[in-house]
């Protein structure tokens, strides 16, 4: 019996998501998105994710944050979030560091991008 709060992923479409209790009582997938989406739970769809490779933008959100930590700790403020960034500048951050970044960011950059690589 799957219990609410497992990860779970869909068979066909690979979405990932976990099980919340749905407002009739029965049971939902939220989807990892950032606006709010709860799709029908079926167990002939939905598997147990035990293994959870992050998808290559949720890499990139990651660097992009430690990125603006270390530029905070450097004395640069007034970074935005990645919430408050627009889509084209999060998919920048898939193909490398900024072009003006200092040696320390790229060298933060290609740590985090190299230890989420697929093996």
Do not use: C
């Not at 209790?21 to 939902?28: A, C, F, P, Q, V």
């Not at 769809?45 to 430690?66: F, G, K, N, S």
């Amino acid at each position: 019996m799957i219990e609410v709060g497992t990860r779970v992923r869909n068979i066909m479409t690979h979405q990932q998501g976990w099980i919340v209790e749905s407002e009739g009582g029965g049971l939902g997938v939220k989807l990892d998105r950032r606006e709010l989406t709860v799709v029908p739970y079926s167990p002939g769809q939905w598997e147990e994710d035990t293994e959870r490779p992050l998808a290559p933008i949720q890499v990139a959100r990651i660097a992009y944050e430690a990125d603006r930590a270390l530029r905070s700790v450097e004395g640069s403020y007034g970074v935005k979030e990645w919430a408050a960034i627009l889509e084209p500048e999060r998919i920048r951050w898939l193909g490398g560091p900024p072009k003006d970044a200092t040696p320390a960011r790229i060298r933060l950059y290609n740590a985090i991008m190299g230890a989420f690589k697929p093996r």
